[in-house]
């Protein structure tokens, strides 16, 4: 088993860090692991599929919305400005 010691660590994040290990019902360590892994995984995984991800993301949007259209915002924000 590996070890690590943090000396110095900002009160503040050590804070943080304990409130999330309390919302989340994990040991303070398994919570530091946890967010070890989430963070190390993000940088691994492939901007490919993060792009892939986006893109299946709009399509729902897509798909949720059908053929909608909607008014131009621009319309909207010069009216508003002009009250």
């Known amino acids: 088993m590996n070890s690590i010691v943090l000396d110095n660590l900002n009160p503040v994040v050590f804070d943080k860090i304990r409130s999330l290990a309390q919302k989340h019902n994990r040991s303070l360590e398994d919570e530091i692991k946890a967010i070890l892994a ?12 993060k792009r892939a991800y986006f893109r299946s993301q709009l399509e729902a949007a897509r798909q949720k919305h059908g053929n909608q259209t909607f008014s131009d915002s621009v319309e909207l924000l010069r009216e508003d400005r002009n009250r």
């Open 38 to 49: 989430q963070t190390v995984e993000a940088e691994i995984t492939p901007k490919v599929s």
